[in-house]
């Protein structure tokens, strides 16, 4: 059975950092995209950075690049999102999340592809 358990969120002032953490386990994540998605109340999940595990190819959405940046230990099935230059619009539950298609890499990263779920770990950003 597949897990995925995320962690790190916390409240920040705007300007300060977070490091994310998802912890996986039960499934081969080899060839796979892992990655972040955010939901804000009354907004759509959405896409913020992604990794292709194969080559480590990433995705940030628009509204986070250069401020985020994804990584992966494949040693420790880690994944991590750094997140600096936080703004009070980036406030929003992160979940973990993980595509096991073959073409996961290709086309958008859209939470309908999406196979399995972490729990989600809240980030708070004050002005």
């Known amino acids: 059975q597949a897990q995925l358990v995320d962690s790190g969120g916390g409240s920040v002032q705007a300007g300060g950092s977070l490091r994310l953490s998802c912890a996986a386990s039960?499934?081969?994540?080899?060839?796979?995209?892992m990655g972040w998605f955010r939901q804000a109340p009354g907004k759509e999940r959405e896409g913020v950075a992604r990794?292709?595990?194969?080559?480590?190819?990433?995705y940030y959405a628009d509204s986070v690049k250069g401020r985020v940046t994804i990584s992966r230990d494949s040693a420790k099935n880690m994944l991590y999102l750094q997140m600096s230059n936080l703004k009070p619009e980036d406030a929003a539950m992160y979940y973990c999340?993980?595509?096991?298609?073959?073409?996961?890499?290709?086309?958008?990263?859209?939470?309908?592809?999406?196979?399995?779920w972490g729990q989600g770990t809240q980030v708070t950003v004050s002005s």
């Open positions: 999340a993980a595509d096991l298609g073959p073409l996961c890499h290709i086309g958008r990263w859209d939470k309908s592809r999406i196979d399995y």
């Open positions: 039960g499934a081969t994540y080899d060839r796979s995209c």
């Open positions: 990794i292709y595990t194969g080559v480590g190819s990433t």
